[in-house]
């Protein structure tokens, strides 16, 4: 999670990402809250996260142990992560994690190490397009207030007028160095646009364009959850929005994001075929 001193002035009048989260079914009755209330205030500019505010940030990890990108649980026996991340050959997922470098006995009881049994490509992926995969977990996992599956809705999109999304990683910070504790910040949604002009490209409906006026996402956050807390019934619930998909070698400014929402159909289907 990079910090940059720079201004980005956003000149989407407004957008929608849907309805309200109303009566949409979850893929996950169980999901997008937290055990512990907020304690630290939203911030921009890649800070430590609290440690109980991202019960689904998954650390996806390959070979020799090497951390190689981010995910989202969705269900207790699915991760949401990017098709990019599957070229780094990951071959398990560490669940519950926060701090990398904590050896206390709280760090080491709430951490999960599962290995990955199956790996689900989008079959159109390429060159960044539809950029998104489902890892299926060896063994199906036990949510706590440490391991908990982020909200997708399996029907209709979800959020209205949102525009302000958080996102989580370990990666690289303004000191070029992965880091060691799970960082956070606050993104905004921009107009498809600007992606286009800077990175000579269009986005199409299943991509995003997102970015903070000091912080970005940088190289080891691809594949992690870009989410929101959409407001409906009696229980607020965090919903995941995007995944990292790329940006500039800088990591500075705006990025482009997989659209979460777009896949809906997708995912389910995958979900399905296995049974679970």
């Known amino acids: 999670m990079k910090v940059f001193i720079a201004g980005i002035a956003c000149s989407l ?3 929608f990402l849907g309805a309200s989260q109303g009566s949409a079914s979850l893929l996950t009755e169980n999901c997008g809250t937290t055990e512990h209330p907020s304690r630290i205030r939203r911030v921009v500019g890649g800070h430590d996260a609290n440690r109980f ?3 689904w940030m998954v650390m996806v990890i390959g070979k020799d142990n090497m951390f190689v990108c981010g995910g989202s649980l969705i269900t207790s026996l699915f991760v949401l992560t990017s098709a990019s991340c599957i070229s780094s050959s990951p071959k398990q997922v560490s669940l519950g994690e926060y701090d990398r470098n904590c050896r206390s006995e709280d760090c080491l009881s709430s951490r999960k190490l599962i290995d990955i049994e199956q790996q689900f490509i989008h079959p159109q992926f390429q060159y960044y397009q539809n950029d998104i995969a489902l890892l299926r977990l060896a063994t199906e996992v036990v949510f706590s207030a440490y391991i908990r599956p982020i909200c997708l809705s399996v029907d209709r999109p979800v959020g209205s007028h949102i525009r302000e999304f958080t996102a989580t990683g370990w990666g690289k910070t303004d000191s070029s160095e992965t880091s060691n504790v799970l960082q956070t910040t606050t993104l905004k949604l921009h107009n498809p646009i600007h992606c286009n002009d800077k990175f000579r490209t269009k986005l199409d409906a299943s991509q995003l364009c997102i970015g903070g006026e000091h912080s970005d996402t940088c190289n080891g956050d691809s594949g992690g ?21 790329y940006g500039s070698s800088f990591c500075s400014g705006i990025a482009v994001y997989t659209n979460v929402q777009h896949y809906r159909d997708w995912i389910v289907n995958t979900i399905a075929m296995q049974g679970s």
């Open 13 to 15: 009048a407004c957008l």
């Open 53 to 55: 505010e991202n019960p």
């Open 225 to 245: 959850p870009l989410s929101a807390k959409v407001s409906g019934g009696k229980t607020d619930r965090v919903f995941l929005f995007g995944l990292v998909s």
